[in-house]
Every structure is written in C-alpha cells, then in structure tokens.
C-alpha cells in the first residue's frame, strides 16, 4: 500500500475542493456588493486578507529554507498586518450591514458622487444619465365601426374615448340612427368592423 501516494492525492484534492469553494465565495461576495449597489471594486478589501496570508506563508517558507531569523522577523510583523487588516475587514462588514444600501434607493451611491468634470463636454463623468421616462399605457381600443352587441346589421363607431355615432343597415344601405341610449364600454379589439 502506497500511503505517501494516498495523502499527497488526498492533499492535492483537498486543496483543489478548499480554492474552488473560496472561488466562489469571493464571486458569491461579489454579487452581493454589486446587488446592493455598491462598487465591484469592494472585494478587494477581503482580498487582502488573502494576499497577506499567502506573502507571510512565502516568507515563512522562505526563512526555513534559508534559517533566516530577519525572515521569521518580517513573517511575524506580516502575521501582526494580517489581524489588523482581518480586523478593519470586519469593521467594514459591520459598516456595510448597517448602512443604506444605495440599490433600496433607487441608485448606486458611486454613480452619485460627484466626480471630475470631462473637459470636451463640461459633464460629470460618473454620473448616470435620468432614466427614459415610463412607456405610455397600452392603447385602449382603435377608433372603428363595432357591432352592437354581436348584431351584424348595427354598428356603434368608437372614437377612442366614447362611441360617437350609431347606423342601421337597412334597405341595401347604413342609416344614421341616435346614439343617444348607448352607453355601454369600450368595445373589445377583436370585434372591429374592417
């Protein structure tokens, strides 16, 4: 039985499943930050916990190779900045928790704040242009000739907002009638005369 060959597998597995799921939480984060309107460029705060917890395991690996006591002196002033930043990462989290999430207001802040003005225009750089105004609502019936209430020889004509006329087929030909005790809805599309 090869138990070298088994714990380096198991190990290289390990690491593999520990960097993908890492991975993920960091994108997981990151779709977080943008959601609540925030800039992407947030995740680079827990990040650097990251980064520095890689650099002091290369500069202890590095002073035990070398038996270098400067090294292990840097590795633990490097250990000292990863807690402080660890530290101020969780103040930030806190600080992310309670304040007003700019995408609950309607807008990301940094597409707010004021930024440097462009030169060949003389507008903010960063600023989002006013959204286009809501659609208008759906056309209610087109003006035509409907049939009353499902009769082909009379018609109402609807103008758009009220029936306006009534005729009367009658003799080979449509007749006028008063429309005077007509008062029903708008009529449905799909009934129009053509």
């Known amino acids: 039985m090869d138990l070298l060959g088994t714990t380096a597998g198991g190990l290289a597995l390990s690491l593999v499943v520990t960097i993908g799921i890492g991975v993920l939480n960091f994108f997981a984060l990151y779709k977080i930050i943008t959601k609540a309107g ?101 056309p209610g019936p087109s003006p035509g000739w409907y049939p009353l209430e499902g009769r082909s020889d009379e018609q109402v004509y609807w103008g758009g907002r009220a029936y306006t006329a009534r005729r009367l087929w009658q003799d080979d030909a449509w007749k006028d009638i008063p429309l005077s005790f007509y008062s029903a809805g708008p009529p449905r599309p799909e009934d129009r005369v053509e």
């Open 38 to 138: 925030f800039s992407g460029a947030w995740i680079l705060a827990p990040l650097s916990v990251i980064f520095l917890a890689i650099v002091t395991v290369g500069v202890v690996i590095h002073a035990a190779v070398t038996f270098s006591s400067a090294s292990l002196g840097t590795a633990g002033a490097l250990v000292k900045l990863d807690y402080v930043d660890a530290f101020l990462n969780w103040i930030l989290f806190l600080v992310f928790a309670f304040v007003d999430w700019p995408a609950l207001r309607g807008q990301p802040r940094w597409a707010t704040v004021p930024a440097r003005q462009s030169v060949a225009h003389g507008l903010p750089r960063n600023v989002l242009p006013p959204s286009p105004p809501p659609p208008p609502p759906p």
